[in-house]
């Protein structure tokens, strides 16, 4: 089992998550379980590049060397990587640096992954990637801004983040199947 830190780039606050994932489970696994702790959706495209290796979907014109993530496990995958990057959403291009910290070997195996810890909330779903998020952040600071109403709408009425539920993202855990 894998003790993973993943943390998404170039954004204030700080967004990450620690958890502890099989090293059983498939890379396509693995972003579910990425989705699920994050609070992303799952709407967009996404891929994994480890050392110098491309793992995707195998959706429409995927690169060449791209290897399907449904055919490979996070353990032979990750191998002796301790560093690797998740890319999601092509559009917003939601960097994500994932750190091993530790990988330990169990007779007993975890079936779920696990949410140990994290900050802060992930960026709305289509807000614009980083600049997108850094403008959404100041108008809604800005009960004056012109666009302040529109945003709070945009955003479903409130946005707070700094917020981060450690049950609930283990709940969203436990419901993948």
Not at 52 to 76: C, N, S, W
Not at 92 to 102: A, L
Request: hydrophobic content about 40%.
């Amino acid at each position: 089992m894998f003790r993973l830190r993943v943390t998404l780039g170039e954004v204030v606050p700080t967004v990450w998550r620690r958890l502890l994932v099989p090293g059983s489970v498939r890379l396509a696994k693995l972003h579910g379980m990425f989705q699920a702790a994050m609070g992303w959706t799952d709407s967009h495209l996404h891929s994994f590049t480890i050392g110098a290796q491309l793992f995707g979907m195998h959706f429409d014109d995927y690169p060449e060397d791209e290897i399907d993530e449904k055919e490979v496990t996070v353990l032979r995958a990750i191998d002796e990587h301790r560093r690797f990057s998740y890319e999601y959403d092509f559009g917003d291009s939601w960097e994500h640096e994932v750190v091993v910290e530790e990988l330990t070997r169990t007779s007993r195996g975890l079936k779920y992954a696990v949410c140990l810890d994290g900050q802060n909330a992930c960026p709305p779903e289509d807000c614009g990637g980083v600049g997108g998020y850094t403008e959404l952040l100041e108008v809604l600071a800005d009960p004056g801004h012109e666009d302040h109403d529109h945003f709070l709408q945009w955003v479903g009425g409130r946005f707070d983040p700094t917020w981060f539920d450690l049950v609930a993202a283990n709940v969203a855990l436990q419901q993948l199947r």
